[in-house]
Structure formats: structure tokens, C-alpha cells
């Protein structure tokens, strides 16, 4: 399936990397280096030269910590969505917000595409895009609610939760009036799920792509890479492009990460091991 996001289209076999920008002071990985707006501004711009093909803006962490409100959320997006917008105009921007009210504001602002980390836990998040002809990420949650850790979670069988859940989730958008060329769907690796369920996820990634969705996985220096490799956050890039490589093979086409080049040359080199790109140079053995 081709893939619009919003007034940028790609083709079927194109791999897309979203480089991750974090307007918060407590996030897991950056624990708050981008949180002030030139700092973030900066980060916009090295993900963009090291070939991002989305920027991911979050204004909320996705873990525990003080609230943030609506109105604190969007204070920190809204304003940078739009000078994001006017100093990138091919830039794809996706903002991650679970708020129905905040990614209409962002949308407005210019937002290509709304990732909704926590799967649809707002009803009306669907209806805001499909007004705004915005793209959408629909992700599996379970019956996990936002900034949650999971609790001695339990499925008799994971994947088959993940592809129910997306895949309806995908069906309710498409309902509201997004277009189809304008879904993706996100196993949502650690949200829901403890590090077992996450390495089976990526493990039957295949089932997931076989629903015909493009697949947006999210898997950069997450707890179940630290955990399979007894590793700290900031240890986890090898593990982290190994999981990657796995998820490319299987067919994701969109990747969410903190290392915009080094997944690059991972993806690049999956896809053409897959058939799906020709080398970027092949001279070796016939000149």
C-alpha cells in the first residue's frame, strides 16, 4: 500500500525514519535534553541532516511523572509544529499526543500525522484527523491507559491481541473518515506488554504486516532490549538495530528512533538484502 501522509506521498516499498524530538524534561532517554525550544529546534534540524524522514514531536513523556495538562501539552507543541513547519516545508511532522484537543491544534499548526501512542484511548482523536485530512497511528495498547506501566499483564496470545486491536482501531479511522492510504498501525513495543510479549512481537512481526497496514515500529532503546541485554538506557543502540533489522525483513516500513543515521544504513541494507532497494553503488566485480 502507498503511503500519504497528508501532502507527502511514498511509494510501497519506501522504509521511512521518524527521528524523535522530546519537548519534555523527563523523558526516558534525553531526560530533558531537548525540552527547551531551541535545544528541540536544534535536534529538528540534526535528524533532518541525518535523513529522517518525519520528525516525531511529543510534548509528554510516556512514562510516569508530574501531569501535564492539556493546556501545558500544548503550549510546548503547537508554536514549535509551526516554526518546525515553516523552516522544514517537505519535512513530514508527526506529533505524539493521545488528545483529541491537541492534535487538532497541531494539525491546524501543520502536523502531517498524529501518532497515538496509547491506541485510541481518546474517541474523538479520529474524528480531528480525518477533518484535518491528517494521517494517523494506531497503535496497540491493550487495555493499558496513558503514562502506565504494565502490572503482571497477561494474553493468551499476544500478536493476536495486537493485530485485533490495531486493525480495529485502524477500521474505526478509517470509518471517521480517514483515508486508507493514511493508517498505520504500531504493535507498541513495552506499552502493555512486559519484555517476553515484546520479543514475540518482534519475533511474528510478519503476522502484523500481513494484514496489508504499513507497520510503524517503535522500538529505540526500550526496556526489552535492556532487559534481554541486562543493558542501561544508554547502552542499547547494537540491541536496539538488531531488533530493527528483524522488523525490516518482516516488512515495517516506518521506524521510530533516537539514532536517525545508524538506523538509516540498517534499513537500507535490509531492504536491499529483501530486494526491495538496489545498492546505492555496485561496482565490485564488473568493472
Request: some cysteine; glycine content about 8%; overall charge negative.
Amino acid at each position: 500500500m502507498a503511503l500519504r501522509l497528508r501532502s507527502r506521498e511514498f511509494s510501497d516499498d519506501a522504509t521511512l525514519v521518524m527521528g524523535i524530538v522530546n519537548r519534555t524534561p523527563d523523558s526516558f532517554y534525553d531526560r530533558g535534553a531537548t525540552f527547551s525550544e531551541e535545544r528541540a529546534f536544534d535536534r529538528v534540524e540534526q535528524v533532518a541532516r541525518e535523513g529522517a524522514d518525519i520528525v516525531d514531536i511529543g510534548g509528554v513523556p510516556a512514562g510516569h511523572g508530574p501531569e501535564v495538562d492539556v493546556t501545558e501539552e500544548a503550549e510546548r507543541v503547537v508554536g514549535f509544529v509551526a516554526r518546525v513547519r515553516e523552516a522544514f516545508p517537505d519535512l513530514v511532522i508527526s506529533v505524539d499526543t493521545w488528545r483529541a484537543e491537541v492534535a487538532d491544534q497541531v494539525c491546524a499548526a501543520g502536523a502531517d500525522l498524529v501518532n497515538d501512542a496509547w491506541g485510541g484511548y481518546d474517541p474523538g482523536l479520529v474524528d480531528v484527523v480525518a477533518r484535518h485530512d491528517a494521517a494517523i497511528v494506531c497503535t496497540h495498547r491493550g487495555a493499558a491507559s496513558p503514562r502506565t506501566d504494565p502490572v503482571r499483564v497477561e494474553y493468551a496470545d499476544v500478536m493476536a491481541d495486537v493485530i485485533d486491536g490495531t486493525t480495529a482501531y485502524a477500521e474505526r479511522a478509517l470509518a471517521a473518515g480517514v483515508s486508507r492510504d493514511s493508517i498505520v498501525v504500531d504493535p507498541a513495543h513495552d506499552f502493555g506488554k512486559n519484555t517476553f510479549h515484546s520479543l514475540e512481537v518482534t519475533r511474528r512481526l510478519n503476522e502484523l504486516t500481513a494484514t496489508g497496514w504499513p507497520v510503524l515500529v517503535s522500538l529505540s532503546n526500550k526496556d526489552f532490549v535492556g532487559e534481554t541485554l541486562d543493558l542501561p538506557v544508554d547502552q542499547r543502540l547494537p540491541g536496539t538495530l538488531a531488533a530493527t533489522a528483524v522488523c525490516a525483513l518482516a516488512g515495517a516500513r516506518m521506524f521510530r528512533v533516537h539514532q536517525v543515521a545508524e538506523t538509516r544504513q540498517v534499513v537500507d541494507v535490509v531492504s536491499s538484502i529483501a530486494g526491495r532497494r538496489l545498492p546505492a553503488r555496485a561496482v565490485r566485480g564488473l568493472a
